[in-house]
DNA sequence: ACCTGAACACCGTTCAAGT
DNA sequence: ACCTGAACACCGTTCAAGT
């Protein structure tokens, strides 16, 4: 291992710089494994230095999520609100699949950045421009996004990514438990999984549009 | 402060004990600030005491995942499908909002506990029970889980408790922010979260309806 | 203006040892 | 069988100092 010459940065680091490294690092190594000292060492720099650019980890972590946010698809106003409002949904799960770590971040991150509040801002917006009564927006906000950040998480505790890795934990659990007798459901459910190789778009794109249907349907009758 | 005199305890530890203090302590002071020197000091014990108990940290934390688990009402196996599947989503928001901390912790808990099997299992069994084909079925399984656990989520990253809490924050973020006339819906909608004492319970009681009422539909024209 | 280095108060976990 | 104590390789962050 070559040590590192120490020329400086050419480019010095701003707070841009700093949190898209932490999020390529996160990506890369996750997020357990993100430190400021790992962060630092990535940069090329001693941990410290990151502390110009960032108030503390959380601060890190905030703008990390924000960035996340800034890469969810906005909603067109088009006169077509569903389309509208899957096309943002189905971004949204793609950017949650591109960076696992962000779903299970929002947990403790309570203060929105720009980006979130832009995005969600123009969410409102296409609702209510698509006719939805006020009260009635509001339910419809928080239905989608139960629904696709719920479906995130779930995707993300899965164990598979592929059917068969899912067909080999299966397997495995079955040995580990032994008796599988008492859950003949799930057995029902994991053997049906394999065979069907489980799409988890298409389980996604099936739920995003019975709530839309739902919504929809909600939306005439007022 | 008194220094704990140093009776042994009179009922050791085991695996049970160490994972009930050790959610009490994550409910009562966070989760971050659960870690194994902490809980060893509440249990009156030194940290490496706790080993002998369980395997590691991530072996702490799916046990306490699955005591969570635990506390969700199973679905009834009543002939009304609908009532069973709403009294439980109704038990497992109330459990999630007992626990915050459980619900960002799933995000990294990849091999389900018992309770966790049984549970789902008894989820499963209500469904195809009432009548939903396979497919169906798990159409519905994976549907319901998303909202009831993005709920939750949301619920838990919302940063405020009570209305008046809300209210506060809202003028806070106004003062910080400056040019809230970016956003003139968010401004709408968080004005009206006020004027209307938001309700979460009834939110999600909405959207739950919403939900099932359309898996009822999809189930009759199958 | 930006980066460094030493130090502090923490972590989870190992290992060998005590009772 | 259960608990202890010292040690190791880590954390985030402070402060005073360097360029």
Chains 1, 2 share one sequence.
């Not at 996160?26 to 502390?51: C, F, H, K, N, W």
């Not at 108030?55 to 999520?65: F, H, N, P, Q």
């Not at 106003?77 to 949904?89: E, L, Y």
């Amino acid at each position: 291992m070559a040590k590192t010459t120490k020329t400086p940065h050419r480019t010095p680091l701003n707070r841009e710089s700093v949190l898209r490294a932490a999020v390529a690092l996160a990506d890369e190594t996750g997020i357990e494994s993100l430190s400021m000292r790992r962060l630092g060492q990535e940069l090329g720099v001693v941990p410290m230095a990151l502390y110009k650019h960032v108030a503390s980890k959380e601060d890190l972590l905030d703008g990390m999520v924000d960035i996340v946010f800034g890469e969810i698809e906005d909603p067109s106003t088009a006169t077509d609100w569903k389309g509208a409002m899957r096309r943002r949904a189905t971004s949204a799960r793609a950017v949650l699949r591109r960076h696992r770590w962000a779903i299970g971040l929002m947990e403790s991150r309570t203060n929105p950045g720009p980006a979130n509040l832009r995005h969600h801002e123009a969410v409102m917006r296409c609702l209510r421009e698509a006719g939805f009564p006020f009260e009635l927006a509001v339910h419809a906000y928080s239905m989608q996004d139960s629904y696709i950040y719920g479906f995130a998480l779930q995707e993300k505790t899965l164990p598979f990514e592929t059917p068969d890795e899912h067909a080999e934990l299966v397997q495995e659990k079955a040995e580990r438990v032994g008796d599988l007798d008492e859950y003949p459901y799930l057995v029902e459910l994991a053997t049906h999984l394999v065979q069907a190789r489980y799409d988890y778009a298409a389980e996604f794109e099936w739920g995003l549009d019975l709530v839309l249907e739902a919504l929809e349907r909600a939306r005439q009758t007022t």
